[in-house]
């Protein structure tokens, strides 16, 4: 279809013309309609978007990327140790997209008050460990210390637990492990996180390695597992991949999906429900452009009716009216996207909406919109509008008999 000036100037005065008593509201409930359809779009896509991202980004604070573990692990948090030369030898810096990399060891103990008891999975880390996310947890307190007087007896514990156990910074906490003999230690409470992740919240308090080192009797050289961060999360599989050509036959290197399945799962279930919502409103976007269209097309029969008189060929006559219907398309996305984009600017700066933590494990409605996922968004709509257009303007255009439009009223 080739569009000339002059379609473009009688599509202009089409709508401009001020006679259109009929059709003008019927425009503007078009706009209207539209404009909704690309504000929930959006919405529905930028939320999901945003909600995943932060219950990965959630997760990733605690379980790293990429984790490198004994294949005798099968998910247990009594661990075989890996001695930390078949570690070394691999060649981390060489792989661009890794940012850090940080040793931990796993031990589950019970941790009792004078009124409580609690079962705990103590997480010992190293340095490393407080230079990824992590920190952003961080409520209360200040990061465990890796030197200094008494620095392997401090605790890092979750808002949840100390709540529970009625704790507070600088108490004291006794923790027993049930193993032979058994073992206990005293830890002194020098920080307080919150992540809203239930797993995590109610089970992981964070020690010095070399405690749990101790406590499994191991040496300084063997530790529980590497945990990985990455720069790039999109690149997850090519750097997991080049990690297990690297490792010996007895270690594996996994990512956050393949640790979390159950969690990732539940979170790609949101994509079809997303996919439903869009497919519904991409509908309605079309049945509201169609009746407008229609709705002009009557109104402007006799127009029709003079322009095929005068010897406008249909192709033309059907352009004319495309043109209109995609001058009332663009204005409704424009308005759309300008309030959509307002309204996610507002929710992520000042977070106007709020969640039930317990529930949803963000305090607020998360929105994450790239570029490509608007201007996309846009596209589709466009295309979809005009293309449901094209049969029924060049139908109606070489159906219209001049002399009958002419004295249509």
């Known amino acids: 279809m080739l569009f000339h000036k002059f379609h473009f100037q009688l599509a202009n005065k089409l709508l401009k013309n001020k006679e259109q008593r009929f059709s003008r509201p019927i425009i503007r409930i078009s706009t209207i309609g539209i404009a909704l359809g690309i504000i929930v779009m959006l919405f529905a896509v930028g939320i999901t978007m945003g909600y995943k991202a932060e219950i990965s980004k959630k997760v990733v604070e605690l379980g790293a ?38 040793y931990y060891c796993t031990k ?49 514990i979750s808002k949840k637990i100390a709540d529970k156990l009625q704790l507070s910074l600088g108490d004291k906490v006794r923790t027993y492990f049930v193993q032979d003999p058994p073992k206990f230690r005293n830890f002194t409470v020098v920080g307080i996180y ?60 996994e990512t956050i999906q393949q640790q979390f399945p159950q969690l990732f799962e539940w979170l790609a279930l949101f994509d079809m429900n997303v996919i439903v919502l869009l497919t519904i ?60 984009l307002l309204l996610a600017f507002l929710q992520q700066k000042f977070h106007l909406i709020t969640l039930d933590v317990d529930t949803y494990y963000v305090p607020y409605v998360p929105i994450s919109l790239s570029l490509t996922a608007v201007v996309l968004l846009n596209l589709l709509v466009f295309i979809l509008c005009i293309g449901a257009l094209l049969i029924p303007g060049w139908f109606v255009a070489s159906r219209i008999s001049p002399v009958n439009a002419i004295r249509f009223e």
């Open 65 to 102: 990327h990429i984790r490198i573990s004994n294949y005798d692990f099968n998910y247990s948090y009594e661990q075989l140790p890996i001695d930390k030369e078949k570690v070394e030898k691999i060649d981390f810096e060489g792989i661009t997209q890794i940012e850090n990399v940080a």
């Open 108 to 156: 589950v103990g019970i941790i009792k008050t004078d009124c409580e008891v609690e079962g705990v999975v103590l997480k010992g880390v190293d340095s490393l460990f407080f230079k990824s996310g992590f920190v952003k947890n961080i409520i209360e307190g200040s990061k465990l210390q890796f030197s200094g007087e008494n620095y392997k007896n401090q605790v890092f």
């Open 194 to 253: 919150r992540t809203n992740l239930p797993d995590y919240d109610e089970s992981f308090i964070f020690v010095n390695i070399e405690q749990v080192q101790k406590l499994n009797e191991w040496t300084s050289n063997q530790i529980g597992g590497v945990d990985i961060f990455l720069s790039n999360f999109e690149q997850i599989d090519e750097v997991v991949n080049n990690l297990n050509q690297q490792l010996d036959y007895q270690l594996k290197a």
């Open 281 to 340: 409103t991409f509908f309605v976007c079309i049945i509201t452009i169609l009746s407008t269209f229609f709705i002009i097309i009557i109104e402007q029969i006799q127009t029709i009716g003079i322009f095929k008189a005068i010897g406008m060929k249909n192709k033309d006559i059907s352009t004319i009216f495309i043109i209109v219907a995609g001058k009332i398309i663009l204005k409704s996305l424009l308005i759309g996207n300008a309030i959509a």
